[in-house]
């Protein structure tokens, strides 16, 4: 996978498709009504990073290539789509294929805009989508358990993993999430060979109204962020009106607009950062005149494995790698006076690899 996708799930009517819009600048129809959204549209989002601009400009470089997240807009699930109630299970089968889950709740009151539930209260939002993952991922785990069996009676081997179906399943019909299961290290292994939604990390997005500009804060948001601390989960408040506003401005009009609303940056930076973080995923980078390239790896990989993200070749035959920090970058005005200044090292494979590195691989 070359970069990051988050599937971005919501009921119908908080304001999912207005963030899509906003984060991919493509419209979509996001009609005041259930289902608007029929297939899966994917939007690649840029992660911002002043660093890659100015990079680019110490290296000549042709162009800038930032690490990107995919952002996958899964239809408007609603309260049966494990069971197929509205379009739901075609849905669930595209968030499977993403990283994390983003989940768009509505945290605002608008008499214009119709509930599902003829209410707001985003818990309740929280609870009925999540409860549509835990079955999507307990039909899963029963229908995996029930041909294991089976084969598990003349093959001892697959009874560690029928153990932990089976323990899965007791779990999910609790009405849990499987990020909430505490699992043994070689369970964890087991764990790696099924997707289950709920194990995914989670991300809520509150969308909020823009009277709660510019703190972004209001009960409800509060009530949401209570409930992502239990869970460990992230909370990044949004104005998805906003936001789409924001995404039909240049640049340079939209830090004015932003600085009028007394925002320091956009909800979507925000939401594509987190996303980062959420997942332990730092960048290193590569520059010289061709481009200058953000690369995303997850913390704690080793150079060699870097190196194997821009070409298989590279970490086939890698010899070493040359690091300067960015910081070192700027303040020598570029690697050759960095290395003259005792700035570069020189790295072996194992080294890990840290945000920011701006790396020069040999190999065979």
Same mark, same amino acid.
């Given at each position: 996978?070359?970069?990051?996708?988050?599937?971005i799930?919501?009921?119908?009517?908080?304001?999912?498709?207005?963030?899509?819009?906003?984060?991919?600048?493509?419209?979509?129809?996001?009609?005041?009504?259930?289902?608007?959204?029929?297939d899966?549209?994917?939007?690649?989002?840029m992660l911002?990073?002043?660093?890659?601009?100015?990079?680019?400009k110490?290296?000549?470089?042709?162009?800038?290539?930032?690490?990107?997240?995919?952002?996958?807009?899964?239809?408007?699930?609603?309260?049966?789509?494990?069971?197929?109630?509205?379009?739901?299970?075609?849905?669930?089968?595209?968030?499977?294929?993403?990283? $994390?889950? %983003? /989940? +768009? =709740? *509505?945290?605002?009151?608008?008499? @214009?805009?119709?509930?599902?539930?003829?209410?707001?209260?985003?818990?309740?939002?929280?609870?009925?989508?999540?409860?549509?993952?835990?079955?999507?991922?307990?039909?899963?785990?029963?229908?995996?358990l029930?041909?294991?069996?089976?084969?598990?009676?003349?093959?001892?081997?697959?009874?560690?993993?029928?153990?932990?179906?089976?323990?899965?399943?007791?779990?999910?019909?609790?009405?849990?999430?499987?990020?909430?299961?505490?699992?043994?290290?070689?369970?964890?292994?087991?764990?790696?060979?099924?997707?289950?939604?709920?194990?995914?990390k989670?991300?809520?997005?509150?969308?909020?109204?823009?009277?709660?500009l510019?703190?972004?804060?209001? $009960?409800? %948001? /509060? +009530? =949401? *962020?209570?409930?992502?601390?239990? @869970?460990?989960?992230?909370v990044?408040?949004?104005?998805?009106?906003?936001?789409?506003?924001?995404?039909?401005?240049?640049?340079?009009?939209?830090k004015?607009?932003?600085?009028?609303?007394?925002?320091?940056?956009?909800?979507l930076?925000?939401?594509?950062?987190?996303?980062?973080?959420?997942?332990?995923?730092?960048?290193?980078?590569?520059?010289?005149?061709?481009?200058?390239?953000?690369?995303?790896?997850?913390?704690?990989?080793?150079?060699?494995?870097?190196?194997?993200?821009?070409?298989?070749?590279l970490?086939?035959?890698?010899?070493?790698?040359?690091?300067?920090?960015y910081?070192?970058?700027?303040?020598?005005?570029?690697?050759?006076? $960095?290395?003259?200044?005792?700035?570069?090292?020189?790295?072996?494979?194992?080294?890990?690899?840290?945000?920011?590195?701006?790396?020069?691989?040999?190999?065979?």
């Amino acid at each position: 996978m070359s970069h990051l996708s988050c599937g971005i799930v919501g009921l119908p009517n908080v304001g999912k498709s207005t963030l899509f819009n906003a984060l991919t600048r493509k419209a979509i129809p996001s009609e005041n009504y259930p289902f608007c959204t029929i297939d899966p549209n994917i939007g690649v989002v840029m992660l911002s990073d002043p660093r890659l601009e100015t990079l680019a400009k110490q290296s000549k470089s042709k162009k800038i290539v930032p690490a990107a997240v995919s952002f996958v807009d899964i239809a408007g699930l609603v309260k049966g789509a494990s069971q197929g109630e509205g379009l739901g299970n075609q849905f669930l089968s595209h968030i499977r294929e993403c990283d $994390a889950i %983003v /989940q +768009v =709740v *509505r945290c605002f009151e608008d008499s @214009e805009i119709t509930h599902v539930a003829g209410h707001i209260n985003p818990l309740d939002d929280i609870e009925v989508i999540t409860l549509e993952l835990i079955l999507a991922d307990l039909q899963m785990a029963e229908n995996a358990l029930s041909k294991l069996e089976r084969q598990a009676k003349g093959n001892k081997e697959l009874v560690p993993t029928v153990a932990f179906l089976k323990k899965s399943i007791e779990h999910l019909n609790q009405n849990l999430t499987m990020r909430s299961l505490s699992l043994r290290e070689e369970e964890e292994e087991i764990s790696r060979n099924y997707n289950f939604l709920t194990k995914k990390k989670v991300l809520y997005a509150c969308n909020v109204g823009e009277t709660d500009l510019p703190s972004l804060d209001n $009960a409800l %948001v /509060q +009530v =949401v *962020r209570e409930y992502a601390a239990k @869970e460990g989960s992230c909370v990044v408040p949004v104005c998805a009106k906003i936001e789409e506003e924001l995404s039909r401005l240049e640049p340079e009009d939209a830090k004015e607009f932003l600085k009028s609303l007394g925002l320091e940056e956009s909800g979507l930076d925000r939401l594509v950062r987190e996303a980062f973080t959420l997942l332990h995923l730092l960048t290193y980078i590569t520059t010289g005149e061709i481009e200058t390239r953000a690369w995303t790896i997850s913390k704690g990989t080793t150079a060699s494995v870097a190196a194997g993200k821009i070409h298989s070749d590279l970490e086939k035959g890698f010899i070493r790698a040359e690091v300067v920090s960015y910081e070192d970058m700027i303040a020598y005005s570029g690697r050759a006076r $960095a290395r003259e200044a005792g700035k570069a090292r020189s790295e072996g494979r194992d080294y890990i690899v840290q945000d920011g590195d701006v790396i020069l691989f040999f190999h065979h």
